[in-house]
């Protein structure tokens, strides 16, 4: 962003990619950014003309510099988390939860995490990156994340595979049906089946997998689009009416 900043980058001879977060214009054409960096004696030009690279993170069309600023990479934003365990009151569930949120803490993206009504927010720590409320409409959500890190839990994972997540399972109660839901969706290609007694930074290695490998996101599209032709509630009404004998 600083052209003041940039100059000595250059002069230490390491290659050096200057990354602009907004419309190149901006500091090509204002003029009190261009008098500050004048000031700092580095005018916006000469220092991205010594740049190896700039990249900037705007649409080429709408950035009214676009045509004069070689390296657009286009809008860039992190990846989406839903962070999200049962509803019900399981013992140990809290450092769990709390072992995720120092997970997530640490990484480039945008996580929502729901506490529910059983764990009080205000015992929980996590990043400036996290959203932590009780609750949150799971389809109000999903379509825009890239991962889910849950439990396990039947009604949450079908809804991520809905809509084509993959996931990072963690069962929190081994004596119901969680355990078998993730050895599932990992035998499936779909996510990580982590155990209960994960560190943070397990939890952070299976998430960064699960982000940069796509081939999870491509198992949970593919259970996704048959779980949708299925029309497994439509199906469901037609049979009970069947049973009623109409």
Known sequence: MLPGAVAPAIRLGPPVVVLVHTFGEFFLGNLAVAAFSVLQGVPPVRAWAAAERVLVMADRELDPAGRSVVGDVGPQTSPRVLASLSSMAIRGQDRILQRILDAVGGMPVNATATSGPTIDPAALNCG???????????????????????????????????????????????????????????????????????????????????????????????????????????????????????
């Not at 050895?183 to 994960?198: Q, Y």
């Not at 509630?233 to 049979?239: I, K, S």
């Open 128 to 246: 400036a990156n996290t959203t932590l409320v009780r609750t949150v409409p799971h389809e109000s959500i999903l379509s825009t994340c890239s991962a889910v890190v849950g439990h396990a839990g039947h009604s949450t994972t079908m809804r991520a595979l809905l809509h084509g997540v993959p996931m990072v399972l963690i069962p929190c109660d081994t004596r119901i049906d969680q355990p078998l839901v993730a050895a599932s969706i990992a035998r499936a290609g779909a996510g990580i089946h982590l155990p209960m007694r994960a560190t943070a930074g397990e939890i952070r290695a299976a998430l960064d997998e699960v982000l940069s490998d796509s081939r999870y996101r491509a198992g949970a599209q593919r259970i996704g689009a048959r779980l949708r032709a299925q029309q497994g509630a439509a199906r469901a009404a037609d049979l009970v009416l069947e049973a009623a004998g109409r």
